[in-house]
């Protein structure tokens, strides 16, 4: 299974999702309180065609294998989160915050696409023994996958700044006496870090969306001192996966952290010397002096 095929199947699903979303609500018709969000809705429904469906319908049968290959609760999160936007963007019922409801991003975190994605990302870059590893944004799971990876030989540092998410991960590493070679830093990955150690590889996987990208590439770089691998998963490349962008901006949004999905091109301009290569989701950013 593919990134590329998962994702397929998620747009149609979710193009469903929103077709169904504007008959019940009759969102392009009636006023709700929270204009904002109805006003974002009305722009994609205006560019939103029921010839559209079949494609939808397409693009699920074509790809529906990728159902036995992670749960999809995340994004029926997103569907039902929608209904209660209308009222209120703080609604108790828009489960979607990273502190406020980390469990349900652990659960997302464990079983969703993430793990795919994770293990994409090991498989392409290869992972040795004594590899030192920054991750950016590593919630709750990541530091047990990739601490189990570079071995006692290796490090691995992650940073996120959910510290209910953190402590799920500190748990999970004491759990699987990790803690010789895991380091946990309760931080923002777009503040300005100071490294005290050179790393192999930084990873940023699905988090440049919620940060400023500049600051934090410019941190990636730094952690790497001069040459290395930055690995970027994004679900969406706003230059390269351009059908998805609109509804994908429209639920991310319900997300409180979420501020725009990056570019490739963006990314390049925020470091001056750098081959990208773009596989399946994931970008491979080689950096030298």
């Not at 920054?134 to 290796?154: A, I, K, M, Q």
């Not at 300005?192 to 600051?215: A, E, G, M, W």
């Not at 962008?245 to 750098?274: A, G, T």
């Amino acid at each position: 299974m593919t990134l590329s095929k998962l994702f397929k199947f998620v747009y149609g699903y979710m193009l469903f999702k929103a077709f169904f979303f504007s008959l019940k609500t009759r969102v392009n018709e009636v006023d709700y309180p929270n204009a904002e969000y109805v006003s974002m809705w009305r722009s994609f429904l205006r560019g939103f065609r029921e010839r559209e469906l079949k494609r939808a319908l397409n693009l699920v049968l074509e790809n529906s294998d990728a159902l036995s290959e992670c749960s999809l609760e995340i994004f029926d999160c997103f569907d039902r989160s929608s209904y209660f936007a209308l009222i209120h963007p703080n609604h108790p019922n828009v489960t979607l915050g990273f502190i406020k409801d980390s469990d349900l991003w652990d659960i997302w975190l464990k079983d969703c696409f993430y793990k795919l994605v994770r293990e994409k990302i090991a498989d392409l870059i290869g992972i040795g023994d004594d590899v030192k590893i920054l991750d950016l944004g590593c919630g709750s799971v990541s530091p047990s996958f990739y601490g189990e990876l570079v071995s006692s030989n290796g490090i691995y540092t992650g940073i996120d700044f959910s510290k209910p998410l953190l402590n799920l991960a500190m748990a999970r590493v004491k759990e699987g006496r990790l803690s010789d070679r895991v380091n946990l830093i309760w931080n923002y990955v777009d503040s300005k870090l100071l490294f005290k150690r050179r790393y192999d590889i930084v990873i940023c996987s699905s988090v440049l969306q919620y940060t400023n990208v500049k600051s934090t590439m410019q941190n990636a770089v730094r952690a790497l001192g001069g040459d290395g691998l930055v690995v970027v998963f994004s679900e969406v490349f706003s230059d390269v996966h351009k059908d998805y962008l609109n509804l994908f901006n429209l639920y991310y949004s319900l997300i409180p952290s979420f501020k725009v999905f990056p570019s490739i091109e963006e990314i390049r301009n925020c470091v001056l010397d750098c081959r990208i290569k773009v596989r399946d989701h994931i970008a491979l950013i080689e950096i030298s002096k």
